[in-house]
């Protein structure tokens, strides 16, 4: 009974998850946590996790390896990209991606927390060189964690535990006062440490079977080479040409065949908040401000909303497939890569993320600023 009532609810999540994946127009750019399960431990594919070193220890996809967002594209301290508008140049980007253990046949599934972000950014770094396969985890590591057995398991030893401790606790605490019955309560804390010993054997051995891990990055660095011919630029854009797009918008505004998404927050935007590498703070002439949270599905903590949700945010702000699409955040890619893949998710034909972006124009002294 049990069995076949995990088949009835491992069956419905698989039909919701194609039917959310249906309302999208480029629906292959995504996988379903459901979907990707089935490819842990396969040979020909890479789990790419875009959060930093830290939050990849703590927790990160059984044999997945870390290629931080932030660090994808590579500047220098004034922000300077040498070969712009790509993130890296490609004897860089090569070296970067072999080291992971990465080949040139491997689907890549580039994920995060959940947010979409981080996932987002090592997406467009990888499609931006023209690596062929490349998807992006909705819902990311907790989507995953989330229909683990093992975790669900695991997660209710450990809350055995806490109970356990709590109980000794308090037999401890109860000890310490006048006229405690002293022999009941060692019984009670010498029982709790019994059962302590007995549940991280059971801990342990259901650790070996959980689909998200901590600990260190295992690398088994593989040759990976990038072909000149097949850099894809129709996704990626340099200062020179988000220049030309604000001084379109600033002549012409609305009608301009021209959006620029500022997807940062609102302290980044007015300049009163900046990384200390960048000369200035402040905002792109013209830029429309969509936070990338607007995009992101932070209570079903899915890496996007619904389409119709998503085409509802774009809608409000005149964002529409009949214009060429500029995002930007700090480094391009992250919240910027964020609203372009989900530009691309619902169809949206000339879209590009501004790689670099306020790292590189906040630095420029000759580009103008607002603030």
């Known amino acids: 009974m049990n069995r076949l009532l995990t088949t009835l609810c491992l069956a419905a999540s698989l039909s919701a998850a194609n039917v959310l994946a249906a309302d999208y127009v480029n629906k292959g750019i995504l996988i379903s946590a459901q979907e990707a399960v089935k490819l842990i431990g396969n040979p020909k594919v890479m789990f790419v996790s875009g959060d930093n070193e830290d939050i990849y220890k703590l927790g990160h996809i059984k044999g997945s390896v870390e290629m931080y967002a932030h660090h994808l594209h590579h500047s220098e301290i004034d922000g300077e990209m040498h070969c712009a508008p790509l993130y890296r140049c490609v004897d860089d980007a090569q070296e970067l991606i072999g080291k992971k253990g990465i080949s040139n046949d491997m689907t890549v599934i580039a994920y995060d927390d959940f947010k979409g972000p981080n996932a987002t950014g090592v997406y467009s770094f990888f499609k931006s060189f023209g690596h062929k396969n490349v998807k992006v985890l909705n819902g990311g590591r907790a989507a995953i964690m989330a229909i683990d057995p093992a975790q669900k398991e695991y997660d209710g030893l450990n809350n055995q535990s806490k109970e356990i401790k709590k109980a000794q606790k308090a037999a401890k605490d109860a000890l310490k006062k006048e006229g405690a019955d002293a022999t009941a309560l060692n019984a009670s804390i010498a029982k709790a440490d019994a059962d302590m ?5 059971k801990m342990d051995e259901v650790q070996t079977r959980l689909l998200v891990v901590k600990g260190d990055e295992v690398d088994q660095p593989k040759t990976y080479k990038i072909d000149p011919k097949k850099l894809d630029y129709s996704v990626i854009a340099g200062k020179e040409e988000v220049k030309n797009a604000m001084d379109d918008i600033l002549k012409k505004g609305k009608k301009s065949k021209y959006v620029i998404i500022d997807s940062r927050g609102i302290a980044e935007i007015i300049g009163e908040r900046k990384m200390d590498n960048v000369a200035r703070g402040g ?5 429309t401000f969509i936070e990338w949270s607007q995009i992101s599905d932070a209570d079903k ?16 702000y005149g964002v529409t497939k009949d214009k060429t699409i500029y995002a930007y955040c700090q480094v391009g890619a992250g919240r910027g890569s964020e609203h372009i893949t989900a530009l691309q998710l619902l169809g949206y034909k000339n879209v590009k993320v501004f790689t670099g972006s306020w790292d ?12």
């Open 360 to 371: 590189v124009w906040g630095n420029d002294m000759n580009l103008p600023i607002k603030r």
């Open 301 to 316: 903590k899915m890496s996007f909303k619904s389409a119709d949700a998503i085409q509802k945010v774009y809608n409000n």
């Open 283 to 287: 905002h792109i002439p013209g830029a």
């Open 197 to 201: 010993k007995a549940l991280k054997v």
